[in-house]
């Protein structure tokens, strides 16, 4: 029940491009996206509700296929704050989350 | 609007103690969940009240046990700590709508000796 997320880590320059996947075996009602800088709590990014529902907020956008149970999150041209571990949240209530992706932005 | 207070923010017990944790949600949120979040293991989900009841529950022991009062405020209990208890202690707040945004406090540091 918990999404599988990819790759574990990336590790980029400023400036450039990562995409962080989300897949699940149960179908998706919502995915949830969060973002936790160490030693502090998640923070919120987006919610994608509908399925090919796409969002975004200036440089984060994601993806979400309800056929296929994935979601993408897309960060362009990355900046140093975008630093930290990326988790993905599905199910109801009941929620679950993916065992997160580590980006580092490096200068 | 305040944000979601959890106390104490640190603690440090020994195997075979008890103890008890504390979340505030954002003003007007009906639903705390409570999550536990290890290097290995990730964000485990706990459980989940709304409105004093019980909505849902994740796989943990019956060591693990929690309550909600009437002003939404929320409380976990840990009895008979063991080691692997060690772990960061999350709380969320949302309004308590399915699939509800929701926000998370900074945690309380559990340490188990």
């Known amino acids: 029940q918990q999404p599988v997320q990819s790759p574990q880590a990336v590790i980029l320059r400023e400036g450039e491009d990562a995409v962080i996947n989300c897949s699940s075996s149960?179908?998706?009602?919502?995915v949830h996206w969060y973002r936790q800088k160490h030693g502090e709590a998640p923070v919120f990014l987006m919610i994608l509700l509908k399925g090919g529902e796409q969002k975004g907020h200036e440089k984060i956008s994601a993806s979400f296929n309800e056929k296929k149970q994935q979601s993408s999150l897309y960060l362009t041209a990355s900046q140093l704050s975008y630093s930290g571990t990326y988790f993905c949240g599905t199910g109801g209530n009941k929620f679950y989350f993916g065992s997160g992706t580590k980006l580092n932005v490096k200068p | 609007k305040a944000g979601v207070t959890q106390t104490p923010r640190y603690l440090i017990k020994t195997r075979g103690q008890q103890v008890t944790l504390s979340c505030s949600p954002i003003?007007?949120?009906?639903?705390v969940s409570w999550y536990q979040q290890t290097p290995g293991q990730g964000l485990q989900f706990l459980f989940e009240y709304f409105s004093e009841t019980q909505r849902n529950k994740g796989n943990f022991p019956g060591r693990f046990s929690g309550r909600q009062f009437s002003n939404s405020r929320s409380e976990m209990n840990v009895s008979t700590l063991e080691l692997g208890d060690s772990a960061l202690y999350l709380c969320a707040s949302s309004r308590g709508a399915r699939a509800d945004t929701q926000y998370f406090g900074p945690g309380t540091r559990l340490t188990v000796l």
């Open positions: 003003s007007g949120h009906r639903s």
């Open positions: 149960k179908a998706l009602y919502s």
